[in-house]
């Protein structure tokens, strides 16, 4: 994974940077100690801001967009496939995908619900 990558450059840094504080002399001492846990905290706190906070903010996006969901939406499920919102119950939906072609779909399986302008486009 390309994102792992710059992880793996700081994590090589700042692993350099604490052996290279611990060899200060024959034993450790307190201030060299802690210097070992700056690096450790930093990782983390870079972690949070780029993987885990956006998780949170994706998902928190997609539980708002699962609440919304209405009768007469079109929507993309998952598998990709397009069709419009019959009836809305309280774990499962009634989607019409073709002229009488009903299924009924987890919530969960919706991946994007499409507005005016954004649905299909008549091929020429």
Do not use: C, W
Not at 33 to 44: A, T, V, Y
């Amino acid at each position: 994974m390309r994102i792992a990558e710059p992880f793996v450059a700081i994590l090589v840094f700042l692993h350099d940077g604490a052996r290279a504080m611990g060899q200060t002399g024959g034993g450790q001492s307190q201030g060299s100690s802690l210097g070992l846990f700056i690096p450790l905290l930093l990782m983390f706190v870079v972690l949070y801001f780029l993987m885990i906070r956006p998780a949170q903010k994706r998902q928190k996006d997609k539980d708002r967009m699962l609440g919304a969901l209405k009768k007469s939406d079109r929507i993309v499920t998952a598998g990709g496939i397009h069709g419009e919102i019959l009836q809305v119950k309280e774990q499962t939906l009634v989607v019409r995908i073709a002229e009488n072609v009903k299924v009924e779909l987890q919530r969960s399986s919706v991946s994007s619900v499409l507005r005016e302008g954004q649905g299909e486009k008549e091929s020429s």
